[in-house]
């Protein structure tokens, strides 16, 4: 069998799976602020004002955007920067560990994204975007 015929799949296949990624973690963000608030470092609750729970809507909010921006393909190499920058700021926050490994995984993914585009599927790719 020759997979090459497959590679044009490629980005979309990240862009699903990153995309629904976020949009689970976003809404999850929405739903149960509390669970997530305390990963939050001191430091950025003390920078940003915010408590740790209004900290949590907020990058639920940006997450679900990212994800549905991922998930049609739309300002594809934007929303993977901006994801890749979030997950940057999630990894140097954690240290190593479980969820690090996973966002890690996730970071890779948003990076593949930023070199590829949208690729087959997107709305990156119709005429006017």
Known sequence: MNWDHYTKYAPFVVRLGLGLVLLWFGIDALLNPGVWSTLVPKWILGWSHLS?????????????????????????????????????????????????????????????????????????SRKGF
């Open 52 to 124: 740790a729970d209004t900290f949590m809507y907020l990058n639920g909010v940006i997450e679900i955007i990212l994800g549905l921006l991922l998930l049609i393909g739309l300002w594809t190499r934007l929303a993977a920067m901006l994801t890749a920058c979030l997950l940057l700021g999630i990894l140097l926050s954690l240290g190593y560990g479980d969820l690090a490994v996973r966002d890690f995984g996730l970071f890779l993914g948003a990076i593949s994204l930023l070199c590829s585009g949208s690729g087959w599927g997107g709305l990156d």
